[in-house]
């Protein structure tokens, strides 16, 4: 870390990044305009990397005990479960409806 004199590791900058353009992915969808059944497969994907990227951060903390590294890997695990759970909860609410389209039932909600 700059503050101790210390470079930050490759593998927790490279996770940090990753982190970060999951949930810039994930709020790019969520945000976007259009039909909501386009974006399920996307988000759907990007919440699976975000649990992948959750349980690196795990085996992360596990190996780098320095507080600084550890800092910064609890931020992206916190950042990887908000985009999982952003994700799930919108392909979860249109799941039923984008289901629906596809088989020609008029949407009730």
């Known amino acids: ?4 004199g210390k470079k930050l590791p490759f593998a927790v900058l490279s996770t940090a990044v990753l982190c970060g353009v999951a949930f810039v992915g994930s709020v790019y969808y969520l945000r976007a305009q259009g039909l909501p059944c386009s974006h399920l497969t996307p988000l759907t994907v990007l919440a699976t990397m ?6 690196i951060c795990f085996r992360q903390m596990a190996r780098y005990k320095e507080r600084p590294q550890r800092w910064i890997l609890a931020a992206c695990l916190a950042v990887a479960a908000l985009a999982l759970v952003l994700d799930f909860r919108y392909v979860r609410h ?3 409806a984008c289901d629906g389209l596809g088989q ?3 949407l009730l909600k």
Do not use: I, N
Request: net charge neutral; no cysteine.
């Open 1 to 4: 870390m700059a503050l101790t």
């Open 50 to 55: 975000a649990a992948f990227l959750m349980s």
């Open 104 to 106: 020609g039932v008029p």
């Open 94 to 96: 249109y799941r039923d």
